[in-house]
């Protein structure tokens, strides 16, 4: 029943350690993203993916690899963490209509703490 | 760039009395605005919209008007009420020269609001 799902809610480990995160949406769009969201709540995306496809990457470590199976999931692995990894990670997912002008839809976030 | 500003937070209110949040932005084109709000523990979930100029959004008692002149896009609320406890984002996307957009959402920096009895 849930649009956007994401695993784990929670997620505590230790720096160097690999770790990724799944998000599957169940409504049938084509577009997903992921956001970072920090300790002071800004929000900022990382990356954005239309039909499997990678559109936006802004600038995140290559630390950070995204991988789209298909349309409806995009998972988030992330190698060698480090204590600045420490946040929420949002995914989100929209329709690709002209003019930008479509909601995206958030699942409800993974809480990664690295220690 | 494009950037969107919104006034410090936080923000706390008794309950029944009026809130405005300021949000200015930056845009290079014709940005779609929009109020997300994140209540606590939840992911975020959109509240309203505009994608034009003078266009109002509205839900749930909240506003918020597309001023292009002075590149804003405040959100007010007549009465607020306790369940409106949340921290409140302003965002835009910005459509290309050929009228599609990635989709990218550029965040303020969310405004916390707490609604006492």
């Known amino acids: 029943d849930t649009a956007v799902s994401q695993t784990p809610k929670y997620l505590v480990t230790q720096m160097g350690n690999d770790k990724s995160i799944k998000c599957e949406q169940n409504l049938g769009h084509d577009t997903m993203y992921w956001y970072k969201q920090d300790s002071k709540k800004f929000l900022k995306i990382m990356f954005s993916?239309?039909?499997?496809?990678?559109?936006i990457n802004e600038t995140v470590p290559n630390r950070f690899s995204p991988k789209s199976p298909d349309k409806a999931h995009l998972n988030l692995h992330i190698n060698s963490l480090e204590l600045g990894d420490s946040a929420v990670y949002f995914c989100?997912?929209?329709?690709?209509?002209?003019?930008?002008?479509?909601?995206?839809?958030f699942g409800p976030g993974t809480r990664l703490t690295v220690l | 760039g494009n950037s969107v500003t919104q006034m410090e937070g936080p923000v706390t209110l008794s309950e029944e009395a009026f809130l405005t949040i300021n949000c200015t932005y930056t845009a290079t084109g014709y940005p779609s605005l929009f109020w997300y709000v994140q209540y606590p523990g939840e992911g975020l979930q959109l509240l309203l919209k505009a994608t034009k100029a003078d266009d109002k959004g509205s839900n749930k008692g909240f506003e918020a008007t597309y001023r292009k002149e002075t590149t804003s896009f405040h959100l007010e609320k007549g009465s607020v009420q306790v369940s409106d406890s949340a921290v409140y984002f302003c965002?835009?996307?910005?459509?290309?020269?050929?009228?599609?957009?990635?989709?990218?959402?550029?965040f303020g920096q969310g405004t916390i609001l707490t609604v006492h009895p």
């Open positions: 965002a835009l996307t910005l459509a290309n020269a050929g009228g599609t957009s990635y989709g990218k959402l550029t």
């Open positions: 989100a997912s929209s329709h690709e209509l002209a003019g930008g002008s479509d909601e995206q839809f």
């Open positions: 993916y239309n039909n499997k496809e990678l559109i």
